[in-house]
């Protein structure tokens, strides 16, 4: 990237894009932040190699002492007089107009930098903790893609253990608690769904701080200056010295010459604020494009991580494709298997896994992969019920009781439909001829 191995490789680390994220996501810790260090890197280049600042000197002003105070004018700050209005004579109003904002571009621009990455720093570190490696998960998927139907087959049966095993789709839970429409809990398969929506949330109150930031750092309503010099250029009008960045400035510094002290007022010319105007009007409407965007992306996120109805027509869409489960969707008890498998066997972070592994292995490995989840977990509610004969409908012959005198009719606890249904051989979702214990 830079030309520089040791550096190239520490950038491609920390800047590297992932594959369990979003395209949202890619544009706020890889693309900007990107964006932002190279900036960073060129203002940087420009301040400390090239000549960031020139004055114009008085005549007496010869060799080392020009450089001498060109040096003092550019760490010690300047202030900004426009050209029609004179020069105020007062010490204390001249100090009330200085800016030194331009010193600290570069460090600012490597802060905000690695403060739009730290939403993904805390993604990587802390989703690791739920047990469920999202990252291996949505790599083999995406190798699946690329290969040939016989091994793909293959690959998929064993990917699809693998999720079935990691999401506990066949296990036993109790009623969680709920927050927002979701059970909330890193036993309960929502600790990475709740950590994404904080991380989106993250990136969304970031880069609208980054307006305060740089209206702090830089002063002057930052927060409408983009808007206003677009208005200026699209009116017909001239791109003038900017307040803002103004390239035109004053400097005052003091010389001691024996037991005097004498003052100079020279006009310098602040060639940094040339490439500090139009980067930062760059980044003005990058900021502002980027803020639309993650407004947008973190409502549609939690309108469809959040609601479980939503998160049930996700998983219906993959199921829709294959001709296995199509008899399901024309039955009530079929809807009602397939949202306690939405809800009890992915729950919301099995959900946000296919999400991801749709965007970035493709629709055909989700639904494929989607499909043979489903398959387990109607195998494993089979095999729990089969297991459990007091939980099974009544026979259609009595039982009688081998007690003299004492008759007997077991009482079967009655299933719900849907759980009828699966212990019935002829059923549309059903896997087999149940065999009784």
């Known amino acids: 990237m830079l030309g520089i191995p040791f550096l190239d490789d520490a950038v491609s680390r920390i800047f590297k894009p992932h594959t369990f994220d979003d395209p949202i996501d890619r544009l706020n810790y890889f693309i900007t932040a990107s964006l932002l260090a190279f900036f960073a890197i060129m203002v940087s280049a420009k301040q400390y190699v090239g000549a960031p600042i020139q004055c114009w000197m008085p005549m007496e002003f010869k060799g080392g002492w020009e450089q001498y105070a060109e040096d003092y004018c550019f760490i010690q700050n300047t202030y900004y007089v426009p050209m029609e209005e004179e020069i105020p004579q007062e010490i204390s109003d001249r100090d009330e107009r200085q800016f030194g904002y331009y010193q600290w571009v570069p460090v600012v621009l490597a802060l905000q930098a ?48 693998y999720l079935c095993e990691s999401l506990e789709i066949n296990e036993v839970r109790q009623v969680p608690r709920t927050i927002f429409c979701m059970r909330f809990g890193r036993s309960l398969g929502s600790f990475v769904s709740m950590l994404y929506l904080f991380i989106k949330l993250m990136y969304l109150v970031n880069v609208f701080s980054q307006f305060v930031l740089l209206n702090n750092f830089i002063g002057r309503g930052f927060h409408l200056w983009g808007w206003t010099a677009l208005q200026t250029l699209w009116t017909g009008g001239e791109w003038t010295d900017s307040p803002v960045f103004p390239r035109v400035s004053m400097c005052d510094f003091r010389v001691r010459r024996l037991a005097n002290m004498h003052r100079y007022t020279v006009q310098c010319v602040l060639m940094i604020n040339m490439f500090n105007e139009k980067i ?46 199509d008899n399901i969707f024309e039955q009530p008890s079929g809807q ?65 009781s081998t007690s003299p005198g004492v008759e007997e009719s077991y009482g079967r606890v009655p299933l719900p439909e849907y759980q009828e249904k699966l212990l019935q051989p002829d059923s549309a979702f059903s896997l087999g001829k149940p065999k009784y214990v």
């Not at 309108?303 to 109805?309: A, G, I, K």
Request: charged share 20%; net charge positive.
């Open 280 to 325: 930062y009007l760059f980044i003005w409407f990058w900021f502002m494009f980027v803020a639309i965007s993650t407004s947008i992306n973190f409502l549609y996120c939690l309108s469809q991580m959040l609601p479980p109805r939503a998160r049930e027509n996700t998983i219906r869409k993959m199921l829709k494709r294959y001709d296995d489960h």
């Open 114 to 161: 690695f403060m739009f990455y730290i939403p993904n720093w805390i993604w990587k570190t802390l989703h690791q903790q739920s047990g469920l490696d999202l990252s291996t998960a949505i790599t083999d998927a995406q190798n699946i893609r690329s290969m040939k139907c016989k091994d793909k087959h293959e690959e998929s049966s064993k990917l699809s253990q």
């Open 336 to 400: 009602q298997v397939i949202s306690n498998f939405v809800n009890n066997g992915l729950r919301p972070d099995g959900v946000l896994l296919l999400r991801f592994i749709e965007g970035h292995a493709g629709a055909i490995v989700a639904r494929d992969i989607c499909n043979r989840l489903f398959k387990e977990y109607l195998k494993g509610l089979q095999k729990d019920l089969q297991q459990r004969p007091y939980l099974a409908p009544p026979s259609s012959h009595s039982t009688k």
